[in-house]
Every structure is written in C-alpha cells, then in structure tokens.
C-alpha cells in the first residue's frame, strides 16, 4: 500500500483517544476522527482534520460495516480503534479490512485470551508471577462447594470487561455466595478472587509489542482513581518498576502479543512485591500521561505498522504526574467530600503536572468533553462509559 499520511482513528469518546489526536496531529499527520455521536471530546480537537459520525459496531454491526467499506476508499495508512469492542470487530473482519489499510493490533483470539481473566490469572500463575488467589466456578453449584473456604475479604470480577462495571467487594465470607449469584445473574461465571490488603500500590506496565517482542514499557503508579474503591485513575505519576515491567513482559511473551496492552498489578504493602490482577489487551485510559513523559505509543504505532518494525523505545522521566480533572478528579473529590488523600508521595506535588484534556495549545475537547454527557446519558449503547 502506497502511504498517504492519513490515519483513520476510532472511538473519539475518549480522552485517550484525544491524546493520540495530538500526537499524530502534531506530527503531520492527518488524522480523521470519529465515534458513534459529533458530541465526542476527540472530535472537538484542533489537530483532527476531519471528524466523522458512524453507526455504532455494537447495536448496527452491518451499518458500520457499509460505513467503514465506504470510509476506507479514501486511502488511509491504518486504522486505530480505542475501544475494546471495537478492536475486537475490526479483528473479526482483519481479512476484509488488511487489503486495504493497515489494522496493526493482535488476532482475535489473542485479544480475548488476554482480556478473560480466568484464563490471563492461570497463565500467570503457570509462568511464575505472583497471583491473588483466584477461583472461577463452572456452575453456582460448584461456587457453593470451592466458596465455603474461600477467605474474605474478596472480590467477585465478571470474567471479561474494563473498569468498575459488574465488580462487587465482599467484606464477609458468608456473603460471598450471594454477591457471586448476584454477579453471575448479569455476567454469567465471574471469577472470585482474594483481596489485596489495603496499603499496597496500584500498578500498571502499558507495552507495545510486535510479533511477540516488547518495543515500549511504561510503568505507572495509581494515585487517585474514581470510583475511590478501585476503577479508572485519575491521578498518576510515572515510575519505575523493574519487577513489574519484567512480569508483564514474561506474560506478553508468552502469547506472541502484538499492538498495545496493559498489565495490572497491586504490590501488597507485606513485601512491597507486585500481584498480577487482569489486563487490558488494548489502549488505556493513562495513555495521555505515557506521551507526557517520553513514550508517544500512538506514534510508535503508526511507525511500526508502516515500517514492519521499530527500534525498541528508549528511557522515560519519571515522576511525571498527569491528572484527569473532567470528570474523574471532579467525581473522585465529590465521592471523598473534598478530602485529600494523605499517602499522595510528595514526588507527585513535585513532578511535571498535566491533564489528560485540559490544554491552552487545543482548549475545545474539554468542551466536548462535557457535552457528552448529553449523548452518554440518553444513548444506552453508550452508558457503559459511566463504568469507567
């Protein structure tokens, strides 16, 4: 295929996706954004040359299809999903999609294997990394029998999703049954795993690899996160974390992993060690804080699917902090009625600060970003953002 400098980038609701409007935009690149609704933070930026509406690949998987035939006449060097879903569709259609542009992610089957997190705490456990003991029940009959001796305090995950959606903490052995029956009523065989002490770090190792071999590792602390029992963060700081970077590329490894992922972990505050919990075999909401400080992964995508392959990314500043004021620091100050966290390290007040929206240089996507609640609100395909 012959490059014409034009990206066609999907899922606009994002603010991940906005930072890599920016990155490629600032690079020269022209950059065509869409999502499901024009009230999209990503299509209010500066840096996108043209802004799309689409049907949505979830409830009008043919429309999109016919759109997505016709979209791609215009000559695009690849293509850049942000949302899970919409990756896994692209995959489905990989063969349809890679005569004519470039879709530079991993198989289908490799992105599901990564985002079940029965299979994902198994294959960890069987490569050495440290896991929170984990059950997954074929049967509420079998939840009955292995829950009996299962210590609290627990959490009850669905086996497959992102954020805080369908999660339940559980303070009491004896309510853990109920809590899994409940799970299980709307995500059918959720696992039950232990609880890490409180007082531990909450981690993330986000990678991009091709063909199997690592070519950028970014590790990030959690500071804050919305909501404040565990989901999304809202505050972080990158770091080093050679014991985590090195988990996480042990288990990519293992998969032949291509395109980006992230791995988390929580150390548990006993040894400090880190504990593998889930990944997330796509873009992450901390991406914007990645760029920050020296790994642009949306650049280095678009180099490796035009060029086969990159020269693996070198060293990162670390003690870089990246907040998202709208809506997750705004939300997470609400829920702690104002109250600071104490145990913020004070290298995070000293570090390069930034937003993951808020920029003088491209001002309009925190516009957008409010009037998409509209859309968010009133759409049910598009509620499910609320979770993260």
Do not use: C
Not at 153 to 177: H, Q
Not at 245 to 257: K, M, Q, T, Y
């Amino acid at each position: 295929m012959t490059p014409t400098g034009k990206v066609l980038i999907l899922d606009g609701m994002w603010s991940k996706t906005v930072a890599a409007v920016r990155s490629l935009g600032r690079r020269g690149i022209n950059v065509t954004v869409g999502e499901v609704t024009r009230l999209a933070a990503a299509l209010f930026s500066r840096h996108a040359d043209r802004r799309v509406v689409y049907p949505s690949p979830v409830t009008e998987p043919r429309a999109f299809l016919s759109w997505l035939d016709r979209e791609l006449d215009r000559g695009y060097d690849a293509i850049l999903p942000f949302e899970t879903s919409t990756q896994e569709f692209l995959a489905v259609h990989r063969t349809r999609i890679e005569g004519r542009t470039r879709f530079p992610f991993a198989s289908l089957q490799a992105m599901r294997l990564l985002g079940d997190k029965a299979e994902t705490a198994k294959r960890a456990l069987a490569l050495g990394l440290i896991v929170p003991r984990t059950v997954h029940p074929q049967s509420v009959e079998e939840a009955a029998l292995v829950l009996k001796d299962f210590p609290a305090p627990a959490v009850v995950k669905p086996r497959t999703g992102s954020g805080s959606r369908g999660l339940r903490y559980v303070s009491r052995a004896e309510d853990l049954l109920t809590v899994y029956r409940d799970v299980h009523a709307r995500h059918p065989f959720p696992i039950v795993q232990e609880r890490i002490p409180p007082g531990g770090e909450a981690i993330g190792v986000g990678a991009l690899y091709n063909r199997g071999k690592a070519r950028a590792l970014f590790a990030f602390k959690r500071l804050r996160e919305y909501p404040v029992t565990g989901g999304a963060s809202t505050l972080r700081m990158s770091i080093r974390h050679p014991e985590a970077e090195a988990a996480a590329e042990r288990l990519l490894d293992s998969i032949g992993w291509h395109g980006p992922a992230m791995v988390e972990f929580k150390t548990d505050a006993a040894d400090g060690r880190p504990r593998f919990l889930e990944v997330n075999p796509r873009f992450w909401g901390s991406l914007p804080l990645a760029i920050r400080a020296g790994v642009d992964f949306p650049w280095l995508l678009y180099r490796m699917a035009m060029d086969g392959d990159i020269e693996s990314a070198g060293e990162y500043r670390a003690g870089v902090v990246v907040r998202s004021v709208i809506p997750g620091e705004i939300l997470h100050f609400l829920t702690r009625r104002g109250r600071v966290r104490p145990e913020i390290p004070a290298e995070a007040r000293r570090g390069r600060e930034g937003d993951d929206l808020i920029s003088l240089e491209d001002p309009l996507p925190v516009v957008g970003r409010v009037l998409s609640l509209l859309p968010v609100l009133m759409r049910a395909d598009l509620r499910r953002i609320l979770s993260h």
